[in-house]
């Protein structure tokens, strides 16, 4: 049996990174970026005010102070998007707020409340201000934005190869980019099979139970940024299963979830080996031990014929999931440019005695937190494979080695972060 890092190198040595598109920069976020983008502005464009005050001349300010306030006369106001027809010259100021271009003649802020404005407005109340009195000293370049300080006209704001968030789709923005090129998302077919099967919203006949893993695979799909094509149930016979499997054909990568375990109906191994090709079955790891990995037949839009990864995960509901994370996951990300695959993970201390007697490596669903500075995991109660809640209440997986037999309450086991952040551009 293949150890999980044998199993996923083989994986990813079967799917190669996708082509690039360009899309709205809204639609691109956790898409890699598959250009340099380069500005053809300054950002900001003019020098602007970083304050609410008055724009003047530094020299005009000095020996100012609070009882020996420097008057100087108010000829205008500026607010931000528009430009005053006014230059400030000696022994006057302009009314500006916070990213309005500095006016011509003027050199530096000075922000309302360094001034005697608000008083004068309580003594006047209905007149405008034409006088106003500085209460400190300053100096050129004070509370002035400069132009191009945030992005200068011609340099390469972001690099290819960067994991778009929301501040790189923010900093597009700020340069007036609507469309980006990015590594298309792949499109992920899932495929449910089992005779017991049936979709929510309908009734439930005595011995079915509902298709869980449909969407919860579906939604890992989405969460790691592919896109998922729902194909619904196959039934456990030859005739459903390839009429299914078909309408893969277009997909970047299969998901099948059931139909591989050594049952009498599981027949998704035996049809991906007779019509496809098999890769490896089987895992040394729990849960999960009956994944299967193989490639099938598949077509183009442009009718070109091609290779689709097919994963077969386990039916049980939690087996999917941690087999998803461990398998699909890191394939997913390697398709649309990322670098980075493996999981975010801490050391932490146990909370449970775990005994592992099957030698194979145990992925046990558990709720890992910071205490008194370090991490404590503890299990989500029972951990059978078909219990889909243990994976609800977890926040992490705790990895017990496939040769150590047990591991008590206090040791300290690696922990995989489920929902960490794993967008990492520095
Ligand atoms: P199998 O590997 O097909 O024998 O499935 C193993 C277990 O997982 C069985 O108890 C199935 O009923 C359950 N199972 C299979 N497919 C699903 C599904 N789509 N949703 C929920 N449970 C499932
Ligand atoms: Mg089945």
């Not at 054909?249 to 099948?256: F, P, R």
């Not at 999917?320 to 997913?332: D, W």
Request: aromatic share 4%; with cysteine; proline share 5%.
């Amino acid at each position: 049996m293949l150890t999980v890092e044998e199993a996923l190198q083989k994986i990813l040595s079967e799917v190669s990174i996708l082509e690039t598109e360009s899309v709205p920069i809204m639609d691109s976020l956790g898409q890699v970026l598959a250009e340099d983008i380069v500005s053809g502005i300054n950002v900001p464009p003019l020098d602007n005010s970083a304050m609410d005050g008055y724009a003047v001349r530094a020299q005009d300010t000095k020996g100012a102070g609070e009882k020996t306030p420097k008057v100087l006369k108010v000829i205008d106001t500026v607010i931000a998007g528009s430009i005053s027809k006014k230059e400030v010259t000696a022994g006057t100021a302009i009314r500006i707020m916070t990213g309005a271009p500095i006016p011509k003649g003027a050199d530096s802020v000075i922000q309302f409340e360094k001034t005697d404005e608000e008083k004068r407005k309580q003594a006047a109340p209905d007149e405008p201000v034409t006088q106003v009195g500085i209460f400190e000293e300053i100096e050129a370049g004070d509370s002035i934005r400069l132009a191009g300080e945030d992005v200068a006209k011609g340099s390469t704001i972001l690099k290819q190869g960067v994991t778009i968030r929301p501040a790189e789709i923010g900093v597009m923005a700020s340069i007036g980019r609507d469309k980006v090129k990015v590594i298309r998302r792949p499109i992920v077919a899932v495929l449910s099979t089992g005779n017991e099967l049936v979709e929510m919203g309908k009734p439930l006949p005595e011995g079915k139970i509902y298709n869980s893993n449909s969407y919860s695979i579906a939604s890992l799909v989405k969460k790691y940024g592919g896109i998922p094509k729902m194909l619904g149930i196959a039934l456990d016979n030859e005739k459903s299963l390839v009429g299914k499997l078909k309408e893969a054909q277009d997909a970047d990568m299969l998901l099948t979830t059931g139909g591989v375990s050594m049952g009498d109906y599981d027949m998704v191994k035996d049809i991906l080996a007779r019509d496809g090709e098999m890769v490896f079955w089987k895992v040394r790891v729990k849960p999960g031990k009956p994944l299967a990995f193989g490639k099938i037949k598949g077509k183009s839009k442009d009718g070109k014929a091609k290779v689709i990864p097919h994963l077969g995960l386990p039916g049980n509901a939690t087996s999917c999931m941690v087999s998803f994370e461990l398998f699909v996951r890191p394939a997913l990300l390697k398709m649309m440019g990322k670098k980075k695959l493996e999981k975010p993970s801490v050391p932490a201390i146990i909370q449970d005695n775990i005994k592992n007697d099957a030698g194979r490596r145990i992925y046990d669903r558990a709720i890992t937190e910071k205490q008194d500075g370090h991490y404590i995991a503890r299990l989500t109660g029972p951990q059978g494979s078909g219990i889909l809640t243990s994976m609800a209440l977890a926040n992490s997986f705790v990895l017990i080695p496939e040769e150590t037999e047990k591991v008590k309450k206090g040791d300290t086991v690696q922990a995989l972060m489920l929902d960490w952040n794993e967008e990492v551009n520095i």
